[in-house]
């Protein structure tokens, strides 16, 4: 290396007067602006590469028919979608190709062609996948409405889940195996939401799923997922105890499960300090379970002002939630659904309670429909820097 000898040091004083008026400058500025690389959101600044550091896994549900994945098998980086998603997640997740409705178009045909899109997008990238879902009271085909009885629910239910779980055998992270099973206003004694499941096959079709799926892929992590359980409100306190209650007893059974998802549709409320949720994750910790959350986003649709006032509200409910459960050990990734706001089933449903007076669209991802990052990527940038280190 060329030493540099002492004479090239000698700045004139006008020099120095402007070099000390750009250091005070530099000093004044926000601090993603003060290091120019913190305002970038790709490679070593993406929520990739910071959940990594922490041991931690953060991810996108993602529809496989946008991804394109000829072009990332031929060297490309991709589009603006598919560059997003490949540069932001160490873990995906489908948000509907994985489903009955998708893979199931009769009793007797199965179609993995966007499901297999993902998993090759996700060998082509490294990234991790996880599966959504292997039984659930929504979203399934009509045929099964109709043709399921009593007789052959037993039979359809496992037969989906080997030939599902069957083909990506020991290629997932893990699976949400049962999702939304709670539901307490249905008024069952076991709290149990009354499903075609559950009216056909009775309530050991959750411990039936799960031994199938174990029996099936040993290697994946098999997951009860669910909502309304993250508030401190009556309601999501009841639903909580309701799914630790089943848990517990899948534990006490011998049931293979191995998570918890805990869904995170949550509004922008800034009081909300989420002690039950932490003790819901802790009470996982405690029976050996991990905690994914699943499908975080942000409704905004009661928050007044314009978008600069529902950026602030997202942020600040990123920074509050993450901070507060990430904290815990046992909490390994956090999955949002979707990654461009405009693109969020909260904005495509038009749902009333996803409604904002102004017509406005929920700001409830970390990236515009221009891709660009919204106050959340920061926050959720910051609160993955803050959590203690994980073992992934
Ligand atoms: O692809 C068809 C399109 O061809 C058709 O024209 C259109 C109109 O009928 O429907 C399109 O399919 C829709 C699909 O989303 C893709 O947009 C389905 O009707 C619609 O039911 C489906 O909604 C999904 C919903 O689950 C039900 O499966 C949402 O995208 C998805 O975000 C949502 O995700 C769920 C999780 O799986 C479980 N947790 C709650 C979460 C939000 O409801």
Same mark, same amino acid.
């Given at each position: 290396m060329k030493k540099i000898d002492s004479k090239e040091f000698n700045f004139t004083r006008r020099e120095f007067q402007m070099g000390a008026l750009a250091a005070g400058l530099l000093a004044a500025l926000p601090s993603w602006a003060r290091a120019?690389?913190?305002?970038?959101?790709?490679?070593?600044?993406?929520?990739?590469?910071?959940?990594?550091a922490r041991g931690l896994l953060y991810g996108i549900a +993602?529809?496989?028919?946008?991804?394109?994945?000829?072009?990332?098998?031929?060297?490309?980086s991709?589009?603006? @979608?598919?560059?997003? $998603?490949?540069?932001?997640?160490?873990?995906?997740?489908?948000?509907?190709?994985?489903?009955?409705?998708?893979?199931?178009?009769?009793?007797?045909?199965?179609?993995?062609?966007l499901a297999d899109r993902l998993m090759r997008f996700a060998g082509l990238t490294g990234q991790l996948v996880r599966g959504h879902n292997l039984c659930w009271h929504a979203d399934n085909p009509d045929w099964? !409405?109709?043709?399921?009885?009593?007789?052959?629910?037993?039979?359809?239910?496992?037969?989906? $889940? =080997?030939?599902?779980?069957?083909r990506y055998r020991g290629r997932l992270h893990s699976w949400d195996v +049962?999702?939304?099973?709670?539901?307490?206003?249905? #008024?069952?004694?076991d709290h149990l939401r009354k499903s075609l499941w559950v009216e056909l096959i009775g309530p050991e079709y959750i411990d039936l799923a799960f031994q199938t799926a174990a029996r099936v892929d040993p290697q994946v992590? *098999?997951? @009860?997922?669910?909502?309304? $359980?993250?508030?401190?409100?009556?309601?999501? !306190?009841?639903?909580? =105890?309701?799914?630790?209650?089943l848990l517990r007893g899948m534990k006490a059974r011998g049931v293979p499960i191995h998570a918890l998802g805990v869904q995170s549709h949550i509004g922008t409320d800034p009081?909300?300090? @989420?002690?039950?949720?932490? =003790?819901?994750?802790?009470?996982? #910790?405690?029976? #050996?379970?991990?905690? @994914?959350?699943?499908?975080?986003?942000?409704?905004?649709?009661? $928050?007044?002002? #314009?978008?600069?006032a529902q950026d602030a509200a997202v942020a600040q409910t990123c920074r509050n939630y993450l901070g507060a459960v990430l904290a815990e050990p046992n909490v390994k990734a956090a999955l949002t659904w979707g990654i461009d706001y405009s693109m969020s089933w909260l904005n495509k449903a038009k749902f009333d309670w996803a409604t904002r007076p102004d017509g406005?669209?929920?700001?409830? *991802?970390?990236?515009?429909?221009?891709?660009?990052?919204?106050?959340?990527?920061?926050?959720?940038?910051?609160?993955?820097?803050?959590?203690?280190?994980?073992?992934?």
């Amino acid at each position: 290396m060329k030493k540099i000898d002492s004479k090239e040091f000698n700045f004139t004083r006008r020099e120095f007067q402007m070099g000390a008026l750009a250091a005070g400058l530099l000093a004044a500025l926000p601090s993603w602006a003060r290091a120019g690389e913190a305002k970038s959101t790709s490679g070593a600044e993406s929520l990739r590469a910071h959940a990594a550091a922490r041991g931690l896994l953060y991810g996108i549900a +993602v529809n496989p028919a946008l991804l394109d994945v000829e072009g990332v098998a031929n060297g490309r980086s991709g589009d603006g @979608y598919t560059r997003l $998603i490949r540069e932001q997640a160490n873990i995906m997740v489908a948000e509907n190709a994985m489903k009955w409705e998708a893979l199931r178009p009769s009793a007797s045909v199965f179609d993995f062609t966007l499901a297999d899109r993902l998993m090759r997008f996700a060998g082509l990238t490294g990234q991790l996948v996880r599966g959504h879902n292997l039984c659930w009271h929504a979203d399934n085909p009509d045929w099964l !409405k109709t043709e399921a009885t009593k007789d052959n629910a037993r039979l359809l239910l496992t037969q989906h $889940i =080997e030939a599902v779980a069957g083909r990506y055998r020991g290629r997932l992270h893990s699976w949400d195996v +049962v999702n939304e099973a709670i539901l307490g206003k249905d #008024g069952r004694p076991d709290h149990l939401r009354k499903s075609l499941w559950v009216e056909l096959i009775g309530p050991e079709y959750i411990d039936l799923a799960f031994q199938t799926a174990a029996r099936v892929d040993p290697q994946v992590k *098999l997951t @009860y997922n669910d909502y309304d $359980i993250e508030l401190d409100t009556p309601e999501h !306190k009841e639903k909580r =105890e309701h799914v630790l209650q089943l848990l517990r007893g899948m534990k006490a059974r011998g049931v293979p499960i191995h998570a918890l998802g805990v869904q995170s549709h949550i509004g922008t409320d800034p009081d909300q300090k @989420y002690t039950g949720l932490v =003790e819901l994750i802790r009470a996982c #910790g405690q029976m #050996g379970l991990e905690v @994914y959350l699943t499908e975080m986003d942000l409704n905004t649709a009661k $928050i007044p002002g #314009g978008n600069d006032a529902q950026d602030a509200a997202v942020a600040q409910t990123c920074r509050n939630y993450l901070g507060a459960v990430l904290a815990e050990p046992n909490v390994k990734a956090a999955l949002t659904w979707g990654i461009d706001y405009s693109m969020s089933w909260l904005n495509k449903a038009k749902f009333d309670w996803a409604t904002r007076p102004d017509g406005a669209l929920l700001r409830c *991802l970390p990236f515009d429909d221009d891709h660009q990052p919204l106050p959340a990527f920061f926050a959720i940038r910051e609160a993955l820097d803050r959590a203690p280190a994980h073992r992934a």
